[in-house]
């Protein structure tokens, strides 16, 4: 992929409210490529239409986002899906899910966050004070990575929710509190 051109574009759709996110990310290992989209969801019965691959597509290049986020990359990305309502973002993506091509994820931020890095069973670290979501890979690899010991439950997944600041927000903190790095 182009670095240019990604860059540039995810710069022009990136949601304001987290400044610490990273605007281009490398796709992910557990994602399918674009160019497996059309068949997998052919494979699953559904159509190919401009509004599944342009949420695929906002998904693909800004990662964790929520359903407003990504209605609001479709619109500012002004592709043939740009007149897309959140109330459709909303069915695309619980489409999506369903035909296991988007995760759905809950860190406890007051809002499901979706992506496409799916089928790794991937865990989350945040930033708790910018929001910033990044990836963490599964410490055993397969799902559910932890053994939660004694419980009557058949355990097959497990999530775990990593919390701390980032490494933008503890610069700007010790500049703001004047300490220095020398
Ligand atoms: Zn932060
Ligand atoms: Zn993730």
Not at 17 to 24: A, D, I, L, Q, V
Not at 34 to 53: C, E, F, P, Y
Not at 106 to 113: C, E, I, K, N
Not at 151 to 173: K, L, N, P, Q, Y
Request: net charge neutral.
């Amino acid at each position: 992929m182009d670095r240019m051109t990604q860059d540039t574009r995810a710069e022009a759709v990136a949601p304001p409210h987290r400044s610490g996110r990273p605007h281009s990310e490398t796709r992910p290992e557990g994602a399918l490529s674009r160019d497996a989209w059309g068949a997998h969801l052919r494979s699953r019965g559904l159509r190919v239409t401009q509004q599944r691959l342009a949420v695929l597509t906002a998904l693909h290049e800004q990662g964790h986002l929520l359903a407003d986020e990504v209605s609001r990359a479709v619109r500012t990305g002004g592709g043939r899906a740009a007149d897309m309502s959140l109330q459709s973002v909303y069915v695309v993506l619980g489409d999506l899910e369903r035909t296991g091509l988007v995760r759905k994820v809950d860190l406890g931020t007051g809002g499901a966050l979706f992506e496409t890095r799916v089928g790794d069973n991937h865990h989350h670290a945040i930033c708790r004070v910018c929001g910033f979501v990044e990836d963490v890979p599964c410490a055993v690899g397969r799902t559910p990575c932890l053994d939660p010991g004694a419980t009557s439950i058949r355990v097959d997944t497990a999530e775990v929710v990593f919390r701390g600041v980032c490494s933008t927000c503890a610069a700007s903190d010790s500049n703001n509190l004047g300490v220095k790095n020398d």
